[in-house]
């Protein structure tokens, strides 16, 4: 019984110190996903491929040598007007050219603003995809004591490359 006890205690103390190294290695001054939570419900998230590179070049006559292309093509809140307390779904279509033909890191950063302060922020799972096309979804809850009003939804997206960034507008009543 003894030596059960023991072999309990040494898996205590190397999962401590585990967590203890994570913790301490983590990168200072970023934030992880939802730090700076601060309004609403955030859901899952899901994205897709709408047009691979072949065919996002064959449309936009993209030259490899004219250097990278990210852009932000919509960015869109259904419904656009909304109660308290409904499910929104924040959609963000984007377009990423690169000479290489590899996965890329990015991340979509999302921020509401409500009479120009801040509500709160989330970044996406941070994803690698290929060139192309994509559409990323996440659904929203408004709370239920969300002032009726405007609402601004400001979405970033980051790579390597660059950032793009674009605003719409939505109503809660």
Not at 54 to 72: F, K, M, Q
Not at 104 to 120: C, D, M, N
């Amino acid at each position: 019984m003894q030596k059960n006890g023991y072999r309990y205690q040494v898996w205590i103390s190397v999962l401590l110190w585990l967590g203890l190294f994570l913790a301490v290695s983590a990168p200072q001054g970023q934030s992880g996903p939802l730090d700076d939570y601060t309004f609403g419900f955030w859901g899952n998230s899901r994205e897709e491929s709408r047009m691979g590179r072949e065919d996002i070049i064959a449309r936009e006559g993209y030259c490899p040598t004219g250097g990278c292309v990210l852009r932000l093509d919509k960015v869109e809140v259904k419904p656009n007007r909304a109660k308290k307390g409904a499910t929104l779904l924040l959609s963000t279509t984007y377009t990423i050219l690169t000479p290489e033909h590899v996965a890329l890191p990015v991340a979509i950063t999302r921020e509401i603003f409500y009479q120009e302060k801040s509500l709160g922020r989330t970044k996406s799972i941070e994803s690698r995809v290929y060139n192309g096309t994509r559409t990323q979804e996440i659904d929203f809850t408004l709370p239920a004591s969300a002032a009726p009003g405007i609402y601004q939804l400001i979405t970033k997206i980051t790579t390597g490359y660059g950032t793009a960034q674009d605003r719409t507008d939505f109503q809660v009543d």
